[in-house]
Every structure is written in structure tokens, then in C-alpha cells.
């Protein structure tokens, strides 16, 4: 009785297959032809080994139904996964079967995220490409990404800095025209600077360094935040000292090196008071014996008009001795002033200038 059951299952097996109503009896099928695999079928409660290979078994129970891998707990790809080597196969509720990967974690730089996927992780918005905030930029995508701790980060793309900074190292960096631009100096003339600092010239992009912590060394700042210039002396400004005598027209203020403020003559623009002459640009007080001269020809000339009907020609010896007189007192004045013959020259033309009477 046993053998007939036997018997009729496989027959049943034989008309319930076509590989096995094909079967050519000169060729053993292969298990696979069968229908048999060596995957195991995940619900299968039954299985029926293959004559010819007993490790080759088919589900011959009612497998349980899924509607896909990820379904039955597996994954249905393995993209940027590691898995084990061999898949899983389980039913379909389509009726088809499926090969589905199991025992998978994702590869390094990858974490898995809300849907089950291994998406691509970065320490970081700069580490993926883009930047962590848009401080300075203008920015038009706003891209988010997964950090590596799993969390997701919102990051800043097809960035540009804003007008006036510069992108150094990632970052808009602010650029100016100049030092001055900054509120710095570019040199430290006329000041006493304790520090410097360093910032971008956004004409160049390259760095400067700058003047800070600075004060005038006398004096305040004008508008534009020079300092007042300083000076040995009056003439070192090209200007003159003020002197006795000097009648000046127009004037100027300076500071000198020791910090005093004083009042300087314009450079040409200036005379020389009564009793002084003005020579080589300075004015010299007339010598006694200059006045001597002025005196006593201006006695001589005037008793010549008082008595002219009687002694007309001691008029004209008042002029005569007048004139020497002028002369010998102009050479003893420049020589002893003046030590170059040229300068002694030019000194005696200039101070008979001053002579009250003139051929």
C-alpha cells in the first residue's frame, strides 16, 4: 500500500512539473531545472529535496506572501551597502518570487536613513562642498545634508560674497580701499602708533598691514585725519622765522619738533619795518654809522635850501659826500655780515637801495 502512494506522488510530481514530463531518460536534469534551488524560502514550512541533490529543496507548503523585500525585513538592492554574499528568496504577493539581500550595514561614509536608505554622510556642510551658514554671502540653493551623528543639516550653495568682502579660506572676509577706509592708517607720519593690523584691500585682494592705536605726536587731526606736520625750525617749512623788523603780510602756524606752536613769516611775502633793510630775504637794522650818514645829510641838505641864494653849491657837495658816505658804511655793514665776495656784492647793491638820495 505504501508503494502505490509512493507511485502516485510521483506521477503526481511528474504531470505537475513540465521539466519532469520532458524528462529525456538518456540526460539527468539539474536540480535548478527541477525547479529545486539551495536558497531557502523565508515562511516555507515544507520543503522537498531533490532526488539527485538533497542540499536543492522547493517549497511544497504555502510560503507567507510579502510585497517586497524590504517587506519580509530584507533589502531589495544593495546600493552602497555591504550584505552578506548570498541573497534571500521569498513569495511575492504578485505570485513572482524575489532574491533579496539580508544582514546589510551601510559602507563607510554612509549611514541609513528615515526610509531605509544608505545616503552619503559628511562631517560637515564645507566637507560636502557647500558652506554651514551664510554669513556675508548671498546665497541662492539651501541643500540639506546628513552629518555623520545622523542628523540633518541644512547647508548654503551657489553662494557669492556680498559687495565690499572678499571669499579667503571659505570664508567672505570684509575688504576695504585703504587703511584709512578701514578707520587704520597706511603710514605712521606724524603719529606714535602702538599696534598694527592686518585687512584686504578689495582693489587687489591682497593683505596690507596697517597703523593702529595711534595718536598725533602734536597737535589733533585735521578732517581728513592727518596730523599736523613738524618742523626744526620756520625755514625748514619753507617759510621765515619771524624777526625783528619783519612786517609780514600773511602768516603761518606750525609746530615745531619739541612740540611748541609758533607763527612763521610767509615765504617771500613780507617787509622790513622803519630803521631796517631788507637783505638776501632779512631784514638788518640800520648800523649807527648808516644813520650817521642819513643825519648828517639830511642836516647838510637842509641848511643848503635855508641859505641856497648864498651858497649854491654846498648843495651839491651834500649829495656828493652823502652818496660816499652811504657806500663806505653799506661795504662795513656786508662785510661784516656776509663772507662769500658774491653775497658781499649783492648785499652792497641792495642796501644802497636804502640811500636817501639816488643819482
Known amino acids: 500500500m505504501n508503494k502505490k502512494n509512493a507511485l502516485y506522488s510521483i506521477l503526481t510530481l511528474l504531470f505537475a512539473n513540465p521539466a519532469y514530463a520532458a524528462l529525456d531518460c538518456k540526460t539527468q536534469p539539474t536540480c535548478a531545472e527541477l525547479g529545486y534551488s539551495l536558497k531557502e524560502l523565508k515562511g516555507c ?40 554574499s548570498s541573497t534571500k528568496l521569498i513569495y511575492l504577493t504578485n505570485g513572482e518570487t524575489a532574491e533579496c539581500y539580508a544582514s546589510c550595514s551601510c559602507i563607510s561614509n554612509y549611514i541609513e536613513n528615515e526610509e531605509g536608505q544608505c545616503v552619503r554622510a559628511y562631517e560637515s556642510c564645507e566637507d560636502a ?40 579660506e571659505g570664508e567672505c572676509i570684509r575688504a576695504y580701499e585703504s587703511c584709512e577706509d578701514a578707520g587704520y592708517f597706511s603710514d605712521d607720519a606724524n603719529r606714535n602708533c602702538s599696534s598694527s593690523t592686518t585687512i584686504y584691500l578689495i582693489t587687489t585682494g591682497q593683505q ?14 585735521d578732517a581728513d585725519g592727518n596730523c599736523p606736520s613738524t618742523y626744526e625750525t620756520c625755514e625748514d617749512a619753507g617759510l621765515h622765522t619771524i624777526e625783528d ?21 610767509s615765504t617771500t611775502d613780507f617787509e622790513c619795518d622803519d630803521g631796517y633793510m631788507k637783505i638776501s630775504n632779512k631784514c638788518y637794522k640800520y648800523t649807527s654809522e ?7 645829510f639830511q642836516d647838510c641838505d637842509q641848511m643848503c635850501y635855508e641859505n641856497l641864494e648864498f651858497a649854491p653849491n654846498n648843495c651839491g657837495e651834500c649829495r656828493d659826500e ?22 658781499v656784492y649783492d648785499c652792497v647793491n641792495q642796501c644802497n637801495e636804502y640811500s636817501l638820495w639816488k643819482d
Open 45 to 84: 514550512e515544507s520543503y522537498l529535496t531533490c532526488p539527485f541533490d538533497n542540499t536543492y529543496k522547493k517549497c511544497i507548503g504555502t510560503p507567507f506572501k510579502y510585497e517586497s523585500c524590504e517587506d519580509a525585513g530584507y533589502w531589495s538592492d544593495d546600493t552602497n551597502r555591504s550584505c552578506e
Open 129 to 168: 562642498g557647500y558652506y554651514s551658514n551664510d554669513t556675508n554671502r548671498d546665497c541662492s540653493e539651501t541643500p540639506q545634508i546628513y552629518l555623520t551623528n545622523g542628523q540633518k543639516k541644512q547647508c548654503y550653495a551657489a553662494c557669492s560674497c556680498l559687495n565690499g568682502y572678499l571669499l579667503r
Open 208 to 221: 596690507t598691514s596697517c597703523y593702529t592705536g595711534c595718536s598725533c605726536i602734536v597737535g589733533e587731526p
Open 245 to 265: 623788523g619783519m612786517v609780514c603780510s600773511s602768516t603761518a602756524n606750525i609746530y615745531l619738533t619739541d612740540g611748541s606752536y609758533v607763527t612763521c613769516c
Open 290 to 296: 648808516l644813520r650817521a650818514c642819513d643825519r648828517d
Open 322 to 343: 652823502y652818496q660816499q658816505c652811504f657806500r663806505s658804511a653799506c661795504s662795513t655793514f656786508c662785510g661784516d655780515n656776509f663772507s662769500s665776495p658774491v653775497d
